[in-house]
Each structure stands twice: as structure tokens, then as C-alpha cells.
């Protein structure tokens, strides 16, 4: 079997999609700042004046649950844009940002932004397409997570990981991103115990296995069984 991957082609990625112009012109305009992994960038309820853009890196956005639990909603990379909800007078953080990678972002002012959408259509677009997916992507991962129980939660953040990062050989697919049980736990808002307990259950019945520390999904159908998955665009069903 050919190697594929499944690209990490989100409808999202707002600096990709945008001319190398454009692109210069929002650095140009910009500070760039560097974090150190695990570094948190801003706290949920933080006052924002900034838009971050992500040039190398990942970074986690959680929201707090009961007892300061984070439950992660998305994983952003590389053209990812962070922050833009003070673009819409939500002046505050809607989620905690914490570097999972050493990152490189160009952070740009409120107002500076604002006064460069009046000279490129694109940025504005980009931002206005890149906000609706955000907005249907976290429905959609809502959905999975609270309609049918910890195996289909689980199911679909490995799905949403695969579409993400996944890499296909002769085993199956294979996640080419290193991530611990604690952190998945932390996307289906349950314990690393129950992860641990899942994991166990579907290596025994060969729906995946593990390999140098990455995961491989041998039964993608079966995980989408359990999910009652309605062939949700790619673009939407990622980790973003």
C-alpha cells in the first residue's frame, strides 16, 4: 500500500490561504514573540488587545471546567490565528492558550488589524471564512462528545487526530503526532484511567495498536461506528 497522507488542510488555515502581500503585510505590522513549551500565552478571561498568528509550533486553547479541570477544544499550528474575537468587541479570552510546542507568532494589535482590513479584502474574507469554520468545527466536536458516551468521545478525537496527521502503511493509519493519554483525556473531558481503560479494550479487539509511541488506527470503520458518523467534511472533522 502507497504511503498517503491525510493533509492537515483545514478551511482555517488563515495566513496560509493568504497572499505572500498580504502575508508581509500583517508581519510587517506585527511584533514577533517566541514561548517556550507549556508557556501559557493568556488565561481564559484574560483582557485581549492582541490577534496572534502561529508561524511555527502548536498551541492548545482550553476552556475551565469544574474543579480548574481543562478541557481542550483545539489544537492550533502553523497559519492558525488565535485571539480574533476582540476583531468582533469580545474583548476578553474565550479560552486559555498554552504553548504544547516551542512556538514563533507574530502578534498584532486590535486597531493595527483593523486599519489593515480596510486596505486588503482578503484578510478580511480569510478571517470571516476562518471564524465560520471555528464555529462549526466546535459544534460538531460538542456533538460527539456529548451525545454517545467516552469510547464514541474517544473515537472521535482519534478520527479528528487522523484527519489531522494521519499517515497510512500497511498497518493502517497511523498518527504522526506524539500525544499521552492525559492530554486525550483532556479533549473528551474524562480521566486518563478511562482512556487507559479504552485503549486496552480496542487494542485486545485489533481496532488500533501502538507503535514507537504513536498510535495506529487498524479499524477506522469501527470508530466511526461507534460514532454514528455522518461523513462530516475533513475540513470540519480535524483537531483544530
Not at 514577533?32 to 513549551?37: D, G, T, W
Not at 476552556?63 to 485571539?83: N, P, R, T
Not at 485503549?199 to 470508530?223: A, C, H, P, Q, Y
Amino acid at each position: 500500500m502507497a504511503t498517503e497522507h491525510w493533509k492537515h488542510n483545514k478551511y482555517a488555515v488563515f495566513f496560509h490561504r493568504l497572499t505572500h502581500n498580504d502575508q508581509q503585510l500583517l508581519v510587517e505590522n506585527g511584533e514577533e514573540c517566541s514561548y517556550r513549551a507549556r508557556q501559557h500565552i493568556y488565561e481564559e478571561n484574560d483582557l485581549l488587545t492582541d490577534v496572534f498568528i502561529i508561524h511555527s509550533g502548536q498551541i492548545k486553547l482550553s476552556k475551565a471546567a469544574i474543579d480548574d479541570y481543562q478541557f481542550i477544544l483545539h489544537l492550533k499550528d502553523s497559519g492558525d490565528i488565535l485571539g480574533d474575537n476582540v476583531l468582533y468587541d469580545v474583548p476578553v479570552a474565550l479560552m486559555t492558550a498554552v504553548a504544547r510546542t516551542a512556538c514563533r507568532v507574530t502578534k498584532i494589535k486590535k486597531d493595527v488589524l483593523e486599519d489593515l482590513l480596510l486596505s486588503s479584502p482578503l484578510i478580511m474574507q480569510e478571517l470571516l471564512r476562518g471564524r465560520a469554520f471555528n464555529q462549526l468545527a466546535t459544534q460538531a466536536k460538542c456533538t460527539d462528545l456529548l451525545f454517545y458516551g467516552n469510547d464514541a468521545a474517544l473515537a472521535s478525537v482519534l478520527l479528528r487526530f487522523a484527519h489531522s496527521y494521519g499517515i497510512e502503511d500497511q498497518l493502517g493509519w497511523k498518527i504522526n503526532l506524539r500525544i499521552t493519554h492525559q492530554e486525550i483525556a483532556q479533549f473528551i473531558g474524562t480521566t486518563r484511567e478511562t482512556v487507559n481503560r479504552i485503549f486496552s479494550e480496542w487494542k485486545k479487539s485489533g481496532v488500533l495498536l501502538t507503535e514507537n509511541g504513536l498510535i495506529i488506527i487498524r479499524k477506522l470503520r469501527e470508530l466511526k461506528r461507534l460514532l454514528h458518523c455522518h461523513k462530516c467534511p475533513h475540513g470540519i472533522c480535524t483537531i483544530a
